[in-house]
């Protein structure tokens, strides 16, 4: 078992590698990645040099939200394997040296769990009160304007409640009432169901959505800046739907419980609203709630010069008071190498580049299946999408199925290594060249580049724990300075298609990844360095590594 870690804690720095099983591997020809086969590429992850995995939900679900639909928290839905196969999971990714974070999916459930099924049905029953429900408005309308992230009213009416339910996602996703604290008692019972399998900690979905004001209040308009979005969720000030202070309450309580378990952590995901990095340093910060925390802030903005440097302000920031935990792409959001691609084309050099960063920022670090590989988004079209988020926002919002395509393993395999039968999702022809085994095969690969990043993240302290300092570049150069005790490493990017020279004061420096053209960054160029004199005996260079 892959448990404690020593005087540092071994999540501070870490990497962590987010399996989406449904699209990693499949084992048995049906078309839809399972357990057995993720076990069966655990090398290929361990390979990279990561610390953990974070495996998306496996547990049983009608699939109407493809797993965040919960009907069953202590089990393994029959389309995945089974209890067993979960169990062979996390004891052979200790083998490998991989710890294992299970997704724990607090806030809401599936309409099919027998909580709600119960609780639906009857306003004396045991769970009556396990979610929450409302009386409607004289009108006969919801009790108040909240509305749900998918669309439409945020409440559902039950007629055998004669009561609204409240749902912050799909109507078949009803929110548990975190204020009850039969309800808490559970969620931890869960917890300690897979702390006790062996897992080693949890990624908690949707944190800004756990706690609600008691009072239902409705929530203040946002005026649009433009004209009526498509997404009206936007339209409203969430003060309080979401991100109520009690939700600390509940954090305590779960680290509390994780803190039984040496080494056991908490990763949570935070919303994109306004303040994320701030809220991640309050929910982090100390020893009482969250060990690191994530938001998809970053993401729904650009890559230009002062974006980039705000999110490099933000992570150090974040660093002086809590743990940030930086993500670029992940199954919610298209991934970075095309939605930052110059011009929406994906091209390999910004890739490596958007890569470079991502490991050398301050901070813990998720790195989604195939980003190791470079993978662009898939373009697919309207009949091949199966998210009920992209069916209901088309073509405005093409959903998330872009970046949830299968994992290509093999270019000259049927669906390129992924099934023997029809996957789930097609996977693209453009892919098929990027497969794992072709990039094995090229030094030059972005698999290479990745790998040789993240050995060198585990051999210096100074990228994976040290303080980071900005660097005062013109655009389009940023760059910042890693250091831990006497060792400081510089990172250079380079943010746009032209050959940018460097600053005199940062001739002399030995490349330890990335590029440096005589004394120029390339386009959209990448480079560690440090100190001739440091950087020799420590880091030969394999051949093609740098470059591509």
């Given at each position: 078992?892959?448990?404690?870690?020593?005087?540092?804690?071994?999540?501070?720095?870490?990497?962590?590698?987010?399996?989406?099983?449904?699209?990693?591997?499949?084992?048995?020809?049906?078309?839809?990645?399972?357990?057995?086969?993720?076990?069966?590429?655990?090398?290929?992850?361990?390979?990279?040099?990561?610390?953990?995995?974070?495996?998306?939900?496996?547990?049983?679900?009608?699939?109407?939200?493809?797993?965040?639909?919960?009907?069953?928290?202590?089990?393994?839905?029959?389309?995945?394997?089974?209890?067993?196969?979960?169990?062979?999971?996390?004891?052979?990714?200790?083998?490998?040296?991989?710890?294992?974070?299970?997704?724990?999916?607090?806030?809401?459930?599936?309409?099919?769990?027998?909580?709600?099924e119960a609780s639906r049905r009857s306003r004396s029953a045991p769970t009556a009160d396990w979610y929450v429900w409302a009386d409607p408005a004289p009108d006969g309308t919801p009790p108040n304007n909240w509305l749900s992230v998918f669309g439409g009213s945020a409440w559902a009416w039950e007629p055998r409640r004669r009561q609204y339910y409240l749902h912050?996602?799909?109507?078949?996703?009803?929110?548990?009432?975190?204020?009850?604290?039969?309800?808490?008692?559970?969620?931890?019972?869960?917890?300690?169901?897979?702390?006790?399998?062996?897992?080693?900690?949890?990624?908690?979905?949707?944190?800004?959505?756990?706690?609600?004001?008691?009072?239902?209040?409705?929530?203040?308009?946002?005026?649009?800046?433009?004209?009526?979005?498509?997404?009206?969720?936007?339209?409203?000030?969430?003060?309080?739907?979401?991100?109520?202070?009690?939700?600390?309450?509940?954090?305590?309580?779960?680290?509390?419980?994780?803190?039984?378990?040496?080494?056991?952590?908490?990763?949570?995901?935070?919303?994109?609203?306004?303040?994320?990095?701030?809220?991640?340093?309050?929910?982090?910060?100390?020893?009482?709630?969250?060990?690191?925390?994530?938001?998809?802030?970053?993401?729904?903005?650009?890559?230009?010069?002062?974006?980039?440097?705000?999110?490099?302000?933000?992570?150090?920031?974040?660093?002086?008071?809590?743990?940030?935990?930086?993500?670029?792409?992940?199954?919610?959001?298209?991934?970075?190498?095309?939605?930052?691609?110059?011009?929406?084309?994906?091209?390999?050099?910004?890739?490596?580049?958007?890569?470079?960063?991502?490991?050398?920022?301050?901070?813990?670090?998720?790195?989604?299946?195939?980003?190791?590989?470079?993978?662009?988004?898939?373009?697919?079209?309207?009949?091949?999408?199966?998210?009920?988020?992209?069916?209901?926002?088309?073509?405005?919002?093409?959903?998330?199925?872009?970046?949830?395509?299968?994992?290509?393993?093999?270019?000259?395999?049927?669906?390129?290594?992924?099934?023997?039968?029809?996957?789930?999702?097609?996977?693209?022809?453009?892919?098929?060249?990027?497969?794992?085994?072709?990039?094995?095969?090229?030094?030059?690969?972005?698999?290479?580049?990745?790998?040789?990043?993240?050995?060198?993240?585990?051999?210096?302290?100074?990228?994976?724990?040290?303080?980071?300092?900005?660097?005062?570049?013109?655009?389009?150069?940023?760059?910042?300075?890693?250091?831990?005790?006497?060792?400081?490493?510089?990172?250079?990017?380079?943010?746009?298609?032209?050959?940018?020279?460097?600053?005199?004061?940062?001739?002399?420096?030995?490349?330890?990844?990335?590029?440096?053209?005589?004394?120029?960054?390339?386009?959209?160029?990448?480079?560690?360095?440090?100190?001739?004199?440091?950087?020799?005996?420590?880091?030969?260079?394999?051949?093609?590594?740098?470059?591509?």
């Open positions: 078992m892959v448990r404690g870690g020593g005087a540092i804690a071994w999540w501070r720095g870490a990497v962590i590698y987010q399996v989406y099983p449904r699209s990693f591997a499949d084992s048995n020809g049906d078309g839809i990645g399972d357990l057995p086969g993720l076990i069966g590429r655990l090398d290929h992850i361990a390979s990279l040099g990561v610390d953990a995995i974070w495996v998306c939900p496996f547990y049983p679900s009608p699939q109407r939200d493809f797993g965040y639909d919960v009907a069953d928290h202590c089990a393994v839905d029959p389309a995945f394997g089974s209890l067993a196969d979960a169990d062979r999971l996390i004891e052979a990714a200790h083998a490998r040296g991989l710890r294992v974070l299970l997704d724990l999916v607090g806030g809401h459930t599936s309409d099919h769990h027998p909580w709600f912050h996602f799909l109507a078949s996703q009803p929110t548990l009432n975190l204020h009850n604290e039969a309800v808490v008692e559970a969620l931890l019972g869960i917890a300690r169901f897979w702390l006790e399998r062996g897992a080693d900690g949890f990624r908690i979905d949707a944190v800004d959505f756990l706690a609600h004001d008691p009072a239902l209040r409705s929530n203040p308009p946002l005026p649009p800046a433009g004209g009526v979005p498509a997404k009206l969720f936007g339209l409203q000030q969430h003060l309080h739907d979401m991100m109520h202070p009690a939700a600390f309450a509940l954090l305590r309580r779960l680290r509390a419980l994780l803190d039984a378990y040496p080494g056991a952590v908490a990763l949570g995901e935070v919303s994109s609203q306004e303040g994320a990095f701030e809220r991640i340093a309050a929910y982090t910060e100390g020893d009482a709630h969250l060990h690191m925390a994530y938001t998809l802030r970053p993401l729904r903005n650009g890559f230009d010069h002062p974006t980039v440097a705000a999110l490099l302000q933000d992570a150090i920031a974040t660093c002086a008071r809590g743990w940030p935990c930086l993500s670029f792409s992940n199954h919610d959001v298209e991934r970075a190498a095309s939605r930052w691609a110059p011009g929406g084309v994906a091209d390999p050099r910004f890739t490596r580049l958007a890569l470079g960063l991502l490991l050398s920022l301050p901070g813990s670090v998720c790195l989604y299946q195939g980003e190791e590989l470079g993978l662009p988004d898939a373009v697919l079209r309207e009949e091949e999408i199966r998210d009920p988020f992209g069916m209901t926002y088309w073509p405005e919002f093409k959903g998330r199925d872009g970046s949830r395509t299968p994992m290509p393993w093999r270019p000259d395999a049927p669906h390129a290594g992924f099934t023997t039968g029809t996957p789930w999702l097609p996977v693209p022809e453009a892919h098929r060249a990027m497969a794992a085994a072709a990039q094995e095969a090229d030094p030059h690969s972005t698999l290479h580049f990745c790998r040789h990043l993240l050995a060198l993240r585990r051999a210096e302290p100074a990228l994976r724990r040290g303080e980071a300092v900005p660097l005062a570049l013109r655009a389009p150069l940023l760059g910042f300075v890693r250091r831990e005790a006497a060792r400081s490493l510089t990172v250079l990017c380079n943010l746009s298609p032209e050959t940018v020279p460097l600053p005199p004061t940062l001739h002399g420096l030995a490349p330890l990844a990335g590029a440096v053209e005589g004394s120029a960054l390339p386009p959209f160029g990448f480079a560690i360095l440090a100190p001739v004199s440091q950087a020799a005996a420590a880091w030969p260079v394999p051949e093609g590594a740098l470059t591509g």
